[in-house]
DNA sequence: CCGTTTCTTGCATGAACCGGCAAAACATGC
DNA sequence: GCATGTTTTGCCGGTTCATGCAAGAAACGG
């Protein structure tokens, strides 16, 4: 049997359970179950399936996936960085909060005996800080982007102007030294600018996958950056330059 | 099974039903009670429910209320006049949806191929439609008050002036023929009447308990409203007052 | 207040995983 | 034909992961 055809017949499989088991494939090919194995972590690393203990599942077509499959990603990265993000709270701050799996982390992470102000065009964020009796949540409202999970356009712009907050807390974006901060889509850099405009400092907590990686749109330039909350394996060379600018580096 | 499976299939099962119980998902599962509890966990952790007592809930604040303030029989009951309540909806429609337990209700049962414009100031309602993808939802921003799960003041009423709508549902208010339409809270009904005012037609789906009751703050008289959805077992008496008034009257 | 149910934590076990290694199969060059 | 290099495959260890069980803590319902 061939590599291919094997491949060819997980895809298929895929395609009609929505799921696969290594040891069933192995059984049926009439091969070990390394080797399904390998062929499933090619795939995988193919972006054609994603791989789970004990076997595969479909990575894409299933709807709706698109957004809770991000935030199972790297659940325990993330914690760890809300965490430390939330470490630099303090009581009776207002915050800006914007869209973003790790921004919603962020949210969970706020103990409950905390007293904040947040104004969020997330609807995630929102239904974590509704929990939370001494948080003071402002909904910035707007057209709901459901890719996004956030309120963007004209509505938004106007609600966030009449607004001011001390720290922003910026997320789901591309960081990249020499570009900055920038964004996915034209209307949510939109109010990722409104929302830096008026906040007296921005606050970027990221995975290492976002380090040194760029979007279409331009948000703010490194220099904006007052806190920086990363993953203690990030590269330092990376880190070394967002201190050169004036960034504070936080490890989780 | 696949770890992932059981996921999916609490997942499935909290999008239809709502919520979920431990030993129930552990004997259809065939595995330990504990390892739902660690599926449950997990799936906390990552935001997509919310751990409670004997099982856990939908993320939304819906969840909550639904669960600890309200019977199991209200819950059903409320199921059914949401069914009832969609049927008034045709393709293409535009509505104002406010807060309470039964427009949440409703807002769950908007079925998928459903093409409708939203615009709601309910984080329960919102967090329902999320998923519909033929509906374009606008979120009607403010200050958010836990108590309603929805978001009012300055900033809502300015939301709402811009916007105008086929159908207004109304919820969670007191309704009495003499005193029309009532409201517990000053800035809710403030929101409630702007809805009104800008919309073609009111729709109510009330339970028994709220018939024939006032709270402080009018909204509207009852010759307003359009359509009075209520249960098969509401009193006759009433009915025939709201419907010499105008209102047509549906049964659940 | 107490009994019951449910939840968490720690632990043991077996299954699944990964990296490396060597044999086999295959292709290539002389 | 033979040697060489490449690819594929199976196997072996050490490691990680999922699961059930047991004990103690916490929550619920009288």
């Given at each position: 049997m061939l590599t291919e055809e094997r491949h060819q017949l997980i895809r298929n499989q895929l395609a009609a359970d929505g799921r696969v088991l290594a040891g069933e494939l192995a059984s049926r090919f009439g091969v070990s179950e390394d080797t399904v194995r390998r062929d499933l972590r090619e795939l995988a690393k193919a972006g054609q399936l994603r791989r789970v203990y004990g076997g595969a599942v479909a990575s894409?077509?299933?709807?709706?996936?698109t957004l809770s499959q991000r935030s199972r990603h790297a659940v325990e990265e993330k914690t760890r960085l809300a965490t430390a993000a939330v470490g630099l709270l303090g009581a009776g701050q207002s915050l800006f909060i914007d869209g973003g799996t790790t921004n919603e982390a962020i949210a969970r992470a706020i103990p409950r005996d905390m007293e904040l102000t947040v104004a969020t065009n997330s609807l995630g964020v929102a239904s974590a800080l509704?929990?939370?009796?001494?948080v003071e949540l402002i909904v910035l409202g707007g057209r709901y982007v459901p890719d996004l999970g956030t309120c963007v356009g004209a509505d938004t712009l106007a609600a966030v102007a009449q607004l001011g907050a001390d720290l922003f807390f910026l997320g789901s974006c591309g960081l990249d030294v020499a570009r900055g901060v920038t964004a996915f889509d034209s209307a949510e850099a939109e109010v990722k600018r409104a929302m830096a405009k008026n906040s007296a400092g921005i606050v970027i907590a990221v995975t290492?996958?976002?380090?040194a990686t760029a979007a279409p749109?331009?948000?703010?330039?490194?220099?904006?950056?007052r806190h920086l909350v990363v993953e203690k394996s990030a590269p330092a060379a990376t880190l070394a330059d967002f201190q050169s600018r004036g960034a504070q580096v936080h490890f989780a």
């Open positions: 894409a077509p299933f709807a709706a996936a509704t929990d939370l009796p001494l290492n996958d976002k380090l749109y331009r948000v703010a330039g490194a220099d904006a950056i």
